[in-house]
């Protein structure tokens, strides 16, 4: 496994071949089963109860790790989880931003773990490197060695059936927390103390909010008599970091996919009109007044995180999925979220981010397994619904205790740590396997006083300002995966990298036309008949 690197310069050179050049035998159910049994018939394997194996075995895992996490061998709930199954894990943890490159050189390599670990995987590859054989079909195991998620399955086959490939198969397990907290990631934080210096009211309107990234910038907020004020700050299409909810303003909110729906008709946005008025807008009014800090094109988490908790106080606006992790528990008193910004029309509008239910590539076995029977019973402790509720915030007597009824119920915080900065710390996070059901919250574990907080800022500042519709989760047919996978990572790379240039250089009057042409010439109109098809699809099953 460690030799992957070694090969990292050598493959750079072969990136064409990432998903092609994954040669394996096409797998079967019948194929499935051989491998389900591969070693039930080892004295040391136990099908049932713990520990899983009498004596230690050792399966390697590849994982993403977010920034503040530790390697996952350090971390507690998986001491806990080695020493009750005496399964031990050789895990090869990668930082997060660094994760989807690396994960697809190791697949091209052929130097495969025994399982990838919070996978990320994507319908695409999952329906490809389970045909090609890289990753195996999972219904088998899950039948025989997987009481925890055949229970889930039974009380929401809506689980099952969205994890489901088109062939029948099962080739990834889902990760969920159904609480609805993300149906806008991108919450609008402002420095409000500031706002109070300078004599400022709370913008209501795009303009309003320019006025005051101004006088963040010119008039010495934090009062240490330099110039170093950040106005505005964020992270360019990134998850919960990004301005695409601005872009409401202008009439058409944005997102990551640049793919919105209303009444029922699929969206591509940044060929719209509405999104060339607001690049127009962001290079005029912020960019070339300096009110965007210009790392914002480039940073990463790490860094963007440190610009909240400077000595001084320089960060004026920014956005994240809550306040508290940028600029700690203690900076957050001077920071409020803002509802979405009329904009020079008059619209105020925030989109609904696309998908929602749960993912189903959060864990895949491969073929380089050769104990795929215990590997299916160890990520199976982690569908037992108190075991999901520690993966995804953090182990018993760290972040919970167990009330008297058995619920488990959040600890306080050590002093001066966020809950984002905590839960990286602990815990695998919302990526990693297990599902926590709406039925859960309340009745196996609290939700966490965060994610209630954020329900009531949803509540408050934005639900009455969202979109009506959002792009469903749907599992194309390989056919239609193909296509889309030819097509748009390409032409989305070549938008977002657009994006940035109108925004730092200007110039989108001049470039639409050729930009449009270009985008059409890469297959947008092909892409977005692919998206409206599953769509309509979609509906129509719904409606059967």
């Given at each position: 496994?460690?030799?992957?690197?070694?090969k990292a310069?050598?493959l750079?050179?072969?990136?064409?071949?990432v998903?092609?050049?994954?040669?394996?035998?096409g797998?079967?159910?019948e194929?499935?089963?051989?491998?389900?049994?591969?070693?039930?018939?080892?004295?040391?394997?136990?099908?049932?109860g713990?520990p899983?194996?009498n004596?230690?075995?050792t399966?390697?895992?590849?994982?993403p790790?977010?920034?503040?996490?530790?390697?996952y061998?350090?971390m507690?709930?998986?001491?806990?989880?080695?020493k009750?199954t005496?399964?031990k894990?050789?895990w090869e943890?990668?930082?997060?931003?660094?994760?989807t490159?690396k994960?697809?050189?190791?697949?091209?390599s052929?130097d495969?773990?025994?399982?990838?670990?919070?996978?990320g995987?994507?319908?695409?590859?999952l329906?490809?490197?389970g045909k090609?054989g890289?990753?195996i079909?999972?219904?088998?195991?899950?039948d025989?060695?997987a009481?925890?998620?055949?229970a889930l399955?039974?009380?929401?086959?809506?689980?099952k059936?969205?994890?489901?490939?088109p062939?029948?198969?099962i080739?990834?397990?889902p990760s969920?927390?159904?609480?609805?907290?993300g149906t806008?990631?991108?919450?609008?934080?402002?420095n409000?103390?500031?706002?109070?210096?300078?004599g400022?009211k709370m913008?209501q309107?795009?303009?309003?909010?320019t006025?005051?990234l101004?006088?963040?910038?010119?008039?010495d907020?934090?009062?240490?008599?330099k110039q170093d004020?950040?106005?505005?700050s964020?992270?360019h299409?990134?998850?919960?970091?990004?301005i695409?909810?601005?872009?409401?303003?202008?009439?058409?909110p944005?997102?990551?996919?640049?793919r919105?729906?209303?009444?029922g008709?699929?969206?591509?946005?940044?060929?719209?009109p509405?999104y060339k008025?607001a690049?127009k807008?962001f290079?005029e009014?912020?960019y070339?007044?300096?009110?965007?800090d210009?790392?914002?094109f480039?940073q990463?988490?790490?860094?963007?995180?440190a610009?909240?908790?400077?000595?001084?106080e320089?960060?004026g606006?920014?956005?994240?999925?809550?306040?508290?992790?940028?600029?700690?528990?203690?900076?957050s008193?001077?920071?409020?979220l803002?509802?979405?910004?009329?904009?020079?029309?008059?619209?105020q509008?925030?989109?609904?981010a696309n998908?929602g239910?749960?993912?189903?590539?959060?864990?895949v076995?491969?073929?380089?397994?050769?104990?795929?029977?215990i590997?299916?019973?160890?990520?199976d402790?982690?569908?037992e619904?108190?075991?999901?509720?520690q993966?995804?915030?953090?182990p018993l007597?760290?972040?919970f205790?167990?009330?008297?009824n058995?619920?488990?119920v959040?600890?306080?915080?050590?002093?001066?740590?966020?809950?984002?900065?905590f839960?990286q710390?602990v815990a695998?996070?919302?990526?990693?396997?297990?599902?926590?059901t709406f039925?859960?919250?309340?009745k196996?574990?609290?939700m966490?006083?965060r994610?209630?907080?954020?329900?009531?800022?949803?509540?408050q500042?934005y639900?009455?300002?969202?979109?009506k519709?959002?792009?469903?989760?749907i599992?194309?047919e390989p056919?239609?995966?193909?296509?889309?996978?030819k097509?748009e990572p390409?032409?989305?790379?070549?938008?977002?990298t657009?994006?940035?240039?109108f925004?730092?250089?200007?110039?989108?009057?001049?470039q639409?036309?050729?930009?449009?042409?270009?985008l059409?010439?890469?297959?947008?109109?092909?892409?977005m008949?692919?998206?409206?098809?599953?769509l309509?699809?979609y509906?129509?099953?719904?409606n059967?």
């Amino acid at each position: 496994m460690k030799s992957w690197y070694k090969k990292a310069g050598i493959l750079a050179l072969a990136g064409a071949f990432v998903l092609s050049g994954c040669s394996g035998k096409g797998n079967s159910s019948e194929g499935s089963k051989n491998q389900a049994n591969s070693s039930v018939e080892d004295t040391n394997f136990n099908k049932t109860g713990l520990p899983i194996v009498n004596d230690t075995v050792t399966l390697t895992m590849v994982s993403p790790k977010a920034a503040l996490a530790p390697e996952y061998s350090e971390m507690e709930i998986f001491k806990r989880l080695e020493k009750e199954t005496n399964v031990k894990i050789n895990w090869e943890n990668i930082p997060d931003t660094d994760y989807t490159e690396k994960k697809n050189l190791l697949i091209a390599s052929g130097d495969l773990p025994d399982a990838f670990y919070a996978a990320g995987f994507t319908d695409y590859e999952l329906i490809n490197f389970g045909k090609d054989g890289t990753i195996i079909p999972l219904e088998d195991l899950i039948d025989q060695y997987a009481p925890n998620l055949k229970a889930l399955f039974e009380r929401r086959p809506d689980i099952k059936s969205t994890i489901t490939a088109p062939d029948g198969h099962i080739y990834g397990l889902p990760s969920w927390e159904d609480n609805n907290l993300g149906t806008n990631p991108f919450f609008h934080v402002i420095n409000k103390s500031w706002l109070d210096k300078l004599g400022l009211k709370m913008p209501q309107t795009l303009d309003e909010y320019t006025e005051a990234l101004v006088a963040f910038k010119t008039q010495d907020p934090n009062g240490n008599g330099k110039q170093d004020e950040i106005p505005l700050s964020f992270m360019h299409m990134q998850w919960c970091m990004d301005i695409a909810g601005i872009f409401g303003a202008f009439g058409l909110p944005d997102n990551l996919e640049h793919r919105v729906v209303r009444d029922g008709k699929v969206i591509f946005t940044a060929t719209q009109p509405e999104y060339k008025e607001a690049l127009k807008y962001f290079h005029e009014k912020w960019y070339k007044q300096g009110l965007i800090d210009p790392e914002s094109f480039t940073q990463d988490a790490a860094q963007y995180l440190a610009k909240g908790k400077s000595s001084d106080e320089t960060l004026g606006s920014y956005i994240w999925w809550e306040i508290e992790e940028v600029v700690g528990t203690e900076g957050s008193k001077d920071y409020a979220l803002l509802s979405p910004l009329k904009g020079p029309s008059g619209d105020q509008l925030i989109g609904r981010a696309n998908g929602g239910g749960p993912g189903r590539g959060a864990f895949v076995i491969t073929k380089a397994n050769k104990n795929p029977e215990i590997t299916m019973r160890w990520i199976d402790q982690q569908y037992e619904p108190y075991m999901a509720a520690q993966i995804h915030w953090g182990p018993l007597n760290v972040v919970f205790e167990k009330d008297e009824n058995g619920k488990l119920v959040n600890l306080p915080l050590p002093e001066g740590t966020s809950a984002g900065e905590f839960r990286q710390k602990v815990a695998p996070g919302s990526g990693g396997p297990g599902v926590i059901t709406f039925e859960d919250f309340g009745k196996v574990v609290d939700m966490e006083p965060r994610a209630q907080q954020r329900a009531k800022d949803l509540e408050q500042y934005y639900n009455p300002y969202m979109e009506k519709e959002n792009y469903p989760s749907i599992f194309f047919e390989p056919e239609e995966l193909d296509k889309i996978n030819k097509i748009e990572p390409e032409l989305i790379k070549y938008v977002n990298t657009q994006r940035g240039k109108f925004i730092v250089d200007g110039g989108v009057d001049g470039q639409w036309d050729s930009y449009v042409k270009t985008l059409e010439k890469m297959g947008l109109n092909e892409l977005m008949e692919l998206y409206q098809t599953g769509l309509d699809r979609y509906y129509a099953n719904l409606n059967k």
